[in-house]
């Protein structure tokens, strides 16, 4: 069983900057991509930015400039450092792992605020 937790979120002034974590536990087998993603109330959940195995991220058009994507494979962690937050970016801030369609695991969340 594999399990993700994160942590990291709170609230925060708009311009201010957050460090997302993301611990994983378990089986975890590789290649993998990991990500984050948010959902804002009333919204679907979308994917903020995600990295493969070897280390490429990508970003959603919207946080491009301004997080950064990581991981640390040898402590099983996946980072979000958020920079020159917007309230847009108000959400709760999912982890995913990936691998494929049976292989598909979330954490429960952590909430990011950020106040105008």
């Known amino acids: 069983q594999v399990r993700l937790v994160e942590s990291g979120g709170g609230l925060v002034q708009a311009g201010g900057s957050l460090r997302l974590s993301c611990a994983v536990s378990?089986?975890?087998?590789?290649?993998?991509?990991m990500g984050w993603y948010r959902q804002a109330p009333g919204k679907q959940r979308e994917l903020v930015a995600r990295?493969?195995?070897?280390?490429?991220?990508t970003y959603e058009d919207s946080v491009k400039g301004r997080f950064t994507i990581s991981r640390d494979n040898a402590k099983n962690t996946l980072y979000l450092q958020m920079n020159s937050l917007k309230a847009e970016d108000t959400a709760v801030y999912y982890c995913?792992?990936?691998?494929?369609?049976?292989?598909?695991?979330w954490g429960q969340g952590t909430q990011v605020t950020v106040s105008s």
């Open positions: 995913n792992l990936y691998r494929r369609i049976d292989y598909d695991y």
């Open positions: 378990g089986t975890i087998f590789s290649p993998n991509t």
């Open positions: 990295i493969f195995s070897n280390g490429s991220p």
